[in-house]
């Protein structure tokens, strides 16, 4: 990759560069990038030679292969092109009271979780800082497009963050302290990568934490989450002990519903004493389609169904709603794949909205 992209030098590495100027164009470079959420070229402070030289040698490190806009354009799906040809997504969901983007942090994902499309890709290799940073800008720039602010960011799209954990920290650290947003709007999301979440416990940044289950049990939580193997659910629980007992914030669960797989009077059972145990909210979501795993989502009535069983349990749960489904950007459906289902990006960019239902118009924007 280049030497340096635009997101990827720290205040200090940006001083270092921008060492033959004054020492306030520094400063107001700075500003320009996280504060206004501009490009080299709209820093209308600075003079127009060094707008040119910092569009020079400091270029965006994602490149823009395609869009896809949801039926009700609430969900945006970015898929980006890196430096070497990898390909990463990013999604910005319109709630009404939020906005939300998730990130990817990896190019691809080694944890080969079945049930997801990114896991079934396999892994190409880990972000860089600055290429996280930087979805989360492109994403507020976008938000700010329709007077919208950025206000929560979700480590859970590609990949996994604690398999990549300095440079995931060095981005929170970024996104809190330079782009203004709270640690506690910022949630990282892991399999059980223990060693990451033993880390994420000694932090001073109070992030909160989401941990995919899927299944409360080790024998079936080893097929459908191959890392269990390495870290199962007792040894994954008493690290979560220690998190809570470090930072005193609610854990999250985050359980994706396999019709017949994970969705069982049993599975209630298991999942709701591992999670009590634990204090912690569960997320329920119904899988998502993905081309490599044939089984279906749990349908609905029984979604909550199972939500309802938890309660009495005493369980604190939720269904979370799928956002761009219908362009592949909801959870575990993130490939990195063109419009169509192509993988080759050597094409112009291209902006897909699919076409509204034949028998009913669009609904509106959740907004």
Known sequence: MPAATRYELDRAALGELLADEPRYRADQVWAGLYEQLADPGELTNVPKALRAR??????????????SVSHDGATVKWLWELEGGARVETVLMHYRDRTTVCVSSQAG??????FCATGQGGFARHLT???????????????????????NVVFMGMGEPLANYDRVWGAVRRIHGDLGLSARHLTVSTVGVLPGIRRLAAEDLPVNL????????????DELVPLNKRYPLDALAAVCRDYLAVKNRRLSFEWALIDGVNDRPTDVRELAAYANALRAHVNLIPLNPTPGYPTRGTPPERVASFRDALEALGTNATVRRNRGTDIDAACGQLAARLPG??????????????????SSPPPAPVL
Do not use: W, Y
């Open 129 to 151: 800082t600055g290429e996280i940073v930087e979805q989360v800008v492109r994403a507020a720039r976008r938000s700010a497009d329709t007077d919208r602010r950025l206000s």
């Open 210 to 221: 989401a941990v995919s289950l899927h299944a409360a049990n080790d024998r079936l939580r």
């Open 109 to 114: 994902c080694a944890m080969a979780c079945s």
């Open 54 to 67: 910092l569009d020079q040698e400091l270029p965006p490190a994602l490149r823009l292969a395609a869009e």
């Open 341 to 358: 289902g192509t993988t080759s990006v050597s094409v112009p960019v291209t902006v897909t909205r699919p076409p509204p239902p034949s």
